[in-house]
């Protein structure tokens, strides 16, 4: 599988659980939520607008993603809404010995036009997961996601904001005939 197909099996809308864990506080969280997944062309306005902030070429072969989510289904924590984009471009080289690897920008929707909207990194895709890398100045965000099935995925989440750490896990259940 490419990193074309892995994004094209992402696509759809999902039932989420999560258990969030703030190793430093201490502090154990669990939640729900619906995300939907489409793939969006590169000549999509929000696009185009993250392409120019960003200073890259929407015509270079960059792949792009656009998730959005809403706890809605929890009625027991407040209500979150938002979308983002999430933009990934193999390298030229093509995979190597360990996977196919590229380049990602990821942007908040809400805040495309901050200063602060872009976060840029890695990604390799193995035969069993795809890895995610994201940095900027504050925080590094490492994510792996993997298929237990064509309806089932999962994904852990690594997060470090300055010396705090934090981890999550998430299934995610892919809603059909909806």
Not at 86 to 102: E, H
Not at 131 to 150: C, G, K, M, Q, Y
Request: glycine fraction near 8%.
């Amino acid at each position: 599988m490419d990193i074309r197909e892995f994004c094209e099996q992402s696509t759809g809308t999902w039932f989420v659980q999560r258990t969030h864990y703030d190793i430093d506080g201490q502090t154990l969280d669990s939640g729900k939520a619906d995300i939907a997944a489409e793939l969006v062309g590169m000549s999509d306005p929000q696009v185009a607008q993250l392409c120019q902030r960003a200073g890259i070429a929407p015509e270079a072969g960059w792949i792009c993603v656009k998730t959005s989510w809403d706890t809605a289904p929890d009625p027991a924590k407040p209500k979150a809404t938002g979308s983002a984009l999430l933009l990934l471009l193999p390298d030229a080289d093509g995979p190597d010995v360990t996977g196919q690897t590229g380049r990602i920008v990821h942007a908040n929707l809400r805040e495309l036009d901050s200063s602060d909207a872009l976060a840029s990194g890695s990604y390799r895709l193995a035969t069993d997961a795809l890895s995610l890398t994201i940095a900027t100045e504050s925080v590094l965000w490492e994510e792996r996601i993997w298929f237990a099935n064509s309806n089932l995925r999962m994904r852990t989440v690594h997060k470090r904001v300055g010396d705090r750490v934090q981890a999550a896990f998430y299934s995610e259940i892919r809603r059909v005939g909806t």
